[in-house]
Every structure is written in C-alpha cells, then in structure tokens.
C-alpha cells in the first residue's frame, strides 16, 4: 500500500471518527428546550459595588427559576451566596378552595409557584456597605458586614424601584408618586404629587444629583393612549386587560429631595415640534445644573440642552447640540454623560459622520476679572455659545461610554477591531492619547459597568463567544500603569457537559449586495459538506429589525444556534444574515428600511440566497425560513412575494400588518414608516397581509395569545384573509395561550420548534 494510500485511509478514518462522535451527541428539540438549559444559567442583576470592589449578581446553581443572591470580590474569588428567597417571608395568598372541578387546566400550577417570590432590584449604597431591594412589595435593607437584614415598610401598596440618594436616605415609588425615607430618623418625605392613576397621569425618569439633593423627573399624560386589549381565555371566565399604548404628552419637573419647595418647578425648554419625548436626563457635577436629551419632530430631531442651576433665579437653558436625521435619530446617540470633576463638559454620542462616535463639549463660562485682579471662576452663568470637537472616528461605532472618576480619561466599548467582537478602550480627550484596555480573548462584551469612586476603576462586564455562554469578568482600568492589568473571570455558569458537545462552527462571511454593499452573514453547513452535491436550506432571520446576530458571542438566541445545530446535522446549509436595518453598521445600514420594510432587508434576503445557491450547493427548490417577532414578518413576506426562492416558511409572533403594530408600538413604527394617516402607502406596501392573494408555499404561523408587544390580532386577521382567499391548502397554525411575545415555558418553546422541524421534514425533504 502508498503512502498516499496509507494516508487518505487515515484521512478517512479521522472523518468517520468526527462524524460519529458528533452524531452521537445529536440533540433533541426537546433536550435544547428544556429547563434547566443545557446551556447553564447566565446571572442577572449584576451591580458592580460603588467603590469598585465588590459584585453582587442572581444565580441558581441548579438552573431553577428562584435565584440566590451572590457576592463575589471584584478581584476574583470564591463568590458567596449572602440571600436566598426562602430567607424572606414569602407574599400571602388567599387559600384556594376545594374545587370538584379541577379536571382541567391548572392556572397556578408548578411551574408558575417556582416563580413566585423572586428576589430581585438590587441597589448598592454610595459607601458600599448596605443593599436595598424590595419584596413583597416592601422595602429591605441588608448591612453586608454581617448580612443583618432590616424591612422598613409593611404597607398594601407595594413600594419599587428603591434606590440610595445617600448612606441613610432611600429615594423609592409607591402609587406611582416618588418619595423620600430617611433611615436614620423614620421621616418620610413625598416627592411628587403629580400621578393619578384615575386620569392617567404618571411620574417616571426620576434622576437625582449625585449629592442626592436634586431631583429632576418626567410627569406624562396618558390620557389619550388606548388600551390594547389582550383577552386571557385560561380562566373559568374569559377576562379582559391589557396595557395602555399610544403617544403622551410630557413636561420636565425639579424638586429638591428635603421637600423644601412648596411646589414643583416646571424645567421650560423651547416648545417641541410634533410628537416629542425625554429621552434621558444627568444631573451635572455642579449638582446645579441638568443635562437634558430630547427627541422631536417625530423622532427625527434630537437636542441636547444644558440646564444651568435648575430652579434658581439665573436658571438657563443653553442648547449643546442639535441634531435631525430625515429618517430618524440613532438610539446610539443617548450615550453622554458630564465630566464628573467639570461642570462644564461633556461628551455625548452621535452618528452625525455616518457611525455613532463621541464628541466632547465645553461650556463657555465668562470669568470676568474682579476688583482685586481675581477671576471668578463660580457662579457665573454660561454663555450660549459650545465649543464640540469630534474625539473618536472612523468606520466603527461606539456603543458604550463613561468617564474615570478623575475625569481625565473615558472608558468606551466599540466594534473598532471588528464588527463581530466588541473591545474596550480608555481614551484621554486633553491630549488625544487611547489605549486599548487589555483582552484575554475575542469575542462580545456586553452591560459594562464602571466604578465611580476610583481614578483607577474597576470595570465588569459580560464577555461570551459563539459556543461560550457569557460569564462575569472585572479588570482595572489603568492603562498609563506598568505592566498590564487583564480580566479576572468572576463566574463559571457552563456546565462541563455543555462544553463537550460538538457544536457545528459557524464561519462568518460577507454576501455581495445588489446595490454593491456588503452583508454580514453566519452560515452552518452539515458535516462532510460537499459544494458539489445538493442540500436543502434553512434561513434564520433575526428579530427586532434594530439588532445584531452576526456576532462572536452568546446571546438571546442561544436557543435558535442549538436549533440551527440540529438542522445542521440533519443535513441542512443554514443561513443567518444581519439585514438592512440591523444594529452595528453605521447609520445608513441602520436607516436603509426607511418608508419600506421589506424593502432593501428583502432584497439582502434574496441576494444571500443567491450566494449560497452558487457557492455552496444549496438547492434552490428546498429552502424554508423561520424566525420571530420582525424575523417572522420576514419570514411572511419572503414566502408571499418570493415564492421561486421560499419552498416554505414558518413565522413566529409576526408582525403581519404594521398599522397593528403602530397601534401597539407607534414609537418603533413611525421611526421607520411615518404616520399611517399621513403615509399609507408605505405601511401597505410593508405589511405581508398586503400580499395573502400570493400565498402559494406552505406558511406555518405561530404566536402567543397573551402576545402584548404584536398583538396575535397580526395572525388572526392573515388567518381570515387566507380562508377567505381559499388557501387552506398553503397554510396551518398554532396558537399557545399562555405565551406573551417572549415565550417562557420551555413546552412551549418546544411545541413551537418540533413543529418547525417536522415542518421543514416534510416541505424541504432534507432526509431524502
């Protein structure tokens, strides 16, 4: 025997050995699904302690659905659980009668017991030695020195969203109104007075200056927002509810937080135009004075004002920067923050150069000289005038940003090293300087936090890759020190098991576009793929339209890259693109979809399937599509007005007729397509119930009935227009009545996704 002989045989012996090993670890859709995850537990409520030393996170060791609270020292160690649930009383339900009926549906049956009495809203104090959180609608201090807890509240109206102003003073909403309690002393003070539940008015966004003393916060009338309706048909008697949707009016109020002011005082900007919004407010570090982000013009104009000491007798409104975008304005640009050692700079975010960068302004204080030759350098008011100079650039995007304690250097996170990873930087604007902040690997960071006492602070952040479920790490920011300082991991939520398996790789690629751009995509292909031979495919389309899945990293679909896994190993090519409209690209990747969705993101859709059918034997006549939520409006309008390239399609909790949409989120809506009054055509040229008549592909629709973001009205109405159209043939449903648009049981997840599969089985044949 050769050489070559001998060495194809061993070649061959290497792929039978892969591919045995990799099938016999073939997964279910039920295993996938299940709870607790194969995948681990990823932690929630992470807060990184004020004074950079501590982290406090919610896990379950076993996966189950009642966290512990955990405690871990930023510099790594043996983290610690300082609270279960099962330590606090528990919340009182009235005793449920014997019923002889009791055949049926179970409403609170175990599933809905484990999720009861979940602790949760942590908050540290500004010394980082006591914890405020709520439950059972009451309010808890825990002292960390010896884990002492204390319940300062036994009221019937539940109190949340508590939080320090101080070491002793604790800022929380009950009734919707905000208050003030003293620890120290018992006193309680009222805040606001404005909401009233009856006539739908509301107090939110309240924001305190870091001396705790100023209070700034929004008052929204709701008046004219519609209920959308959402019927429960679990109970014995069908009931009736929903949440109220639809624009409000908004005004800006101050009030110090010792209740000193007989009155509120009303922060008057210049008069908006259109539909307009607070988007974000931060308190300047003169304690004085506010920053304000508004949005108006329906959503195309944003501005930036400088309130200079809010509520005194030389009150000013002074306008930073103003922005209009003729589509609408970036969600990117709410990133700004004040020096924390200047009042009179800032930095904010802005796509004005066609990527979302930062910008650094100064405030003109007029010093004049005084008698004896002395300037005066406090108490003066500023002068309009705001000197911007641009301090990041290129063709990447900030998406994350926040000053050193000393403010001289600015920790930011962006996609500067690559669209599919996401690094950190310090950056020092007095000199131009920026370092790269040291990295054990590539991949996604995510939810930065960054403390704000030390000039050297600790940063955390989650960091994951694409089969590496996201732990907590913390490092220390000092870039100007010897030597190097790199993340300590500080959680280990994967179990061993899930580590060995062997996952299909996903290889990154760019799908030439028609008008010459280039389409981030991720492709699964089956073992032993053969470009030559022939393989059916399945698109996955991601939701929300404004996000990104073309990533090195773990996120909310870790259920659809396992569900892609077993596709790929049944013997499917499987296609993930980051369409037109996706986050992560800039601002005219961003805005592409304007006046059309279903425009440009359906031409990337179709230009994709034409790479794969050339370049990776993909068989034109056997290639379904699924996804949820935006995805399964793609999904919906591939299969109608593509029916040469979509052999059958599943849509999830689709968004079939945006008119319904906007009714239930006019926000997301009338960025993209406007005012359904003032521009019909584009609501109707986007919506897949427009193109039913065309239905001629097998569509599987499935959605929640609970469903409040797209309303399941979407499917019942597509439903109807196909009996009506006599297409009984092309379609069938499933609806799960206990379901909201983010499903939660993990029968439900699945019910949903067997049926995808068997529905592919049958319509795209890939086990022929």
Known sequence: MTRLSILRLSSLFFVL??????????????????????????????KLSPDGKWVIYQWNAEGKPRRDLYLVPSAGGTPQIILRSSDLPQTPRPPERPNPLNYGLEMRDQFVRDRENQLGNFEWSPDSSKLIFTHGGDLYVMTLADRSMKRYTRTQTPEFGARFLDNERILFSQGGNAFVLNTATAQLTQITREANQQQFISVGNVVTSTDGNMAAYVVSDSSKQRQLVVPNFLPEFVTGGGPRRGWTEQKLFFMPTDGSRNAPHEIK?????????????????????????????????????????????????????EETDDKWQAPLSTIFEPNPKNPAQLFFGSERDGHNHLYLANLQFPQPEAASGETRASGSVPSPNVDIRQITKGSWQVEWAKWAADGEQIVYMSTEEGYTERRFFALFPATGDKAVIPANDKGMATTPQLDDRNDQPTLLYGFSQWNRPEDLYAQTVCPKCRGLNFPVQLTRTTPDSFNKIAWTVPRFIEVPSSDGKRIPAKIYLPPGHD?????????????????????????NYYREFMFNDILAKKGYVVLDIDYRGSAGYGRDWR????????????????????????????????????????????????????????????????VFDWKNYYAANPFYTAQRLGFPDKNPEAYKRSSPITYADKLERPLLILHGMVDDNVHVQDSVQLVEKLI??????????????????????????ADEYERILWFFEKHLAASK
């Open 17 to 46: 050995c892969v591919y045995v090993a990799v099938n016999a670890q073939n997964l279910t859709v039920r295993q996938i699904m299940a709870e607790p995850s194969i995948a681990g537990q990823r932690v929630s409520g992470e």
């Open 269 to 321: 900007l210049p008069a908006a135009e259109g539909v307009s919004s607070f988007r974000r407010m931060v308190w300047a570090a003169d304690n004085r004075s506010l920053i304000v982000d508004r949005l108006d013009k329906d959503t195309k104009r944003r501005q930036l004002y400088y309130v200079h000491n809010v509520g005194g007798k030389d009150e000013k409104v002074i306008l930073v920067t």
């Open 531 to 555: 470009p030559k031979k022939k393989y059916p495919m399945a698109i996955f389309v991601h939701g929300a339209g404004y996000l990104q899945n073309v990533i090195n990293g773990w996120n």
């Open 591 to 654: 805005t592409d979809v304007y006046d059309f969705l279903g425009g440009k993101d359906f031409d990337d859709h179709i230009d994709s399937i034409d790479h794969m059918v050339k370049n990776y034997g993909v068989d034109q006549k056997r290639i379904g599509v699924y996804g949820g939520s935006y995805g399964g409006f793609m999904a919906g309008m591939l299969v109608m007005r593509a029916p040469e390239r979509i052999a059958a399609a599943a849509a999830l909790r689709s």
């Open 724 to 749: 009506r159209l006599e297409k009984t043939k092309y379609f069938e449903m499933m609806f799960y009545p206990s379901e909201n648009h983010g499903f939660v049981r993990p029968e439900s997840w």
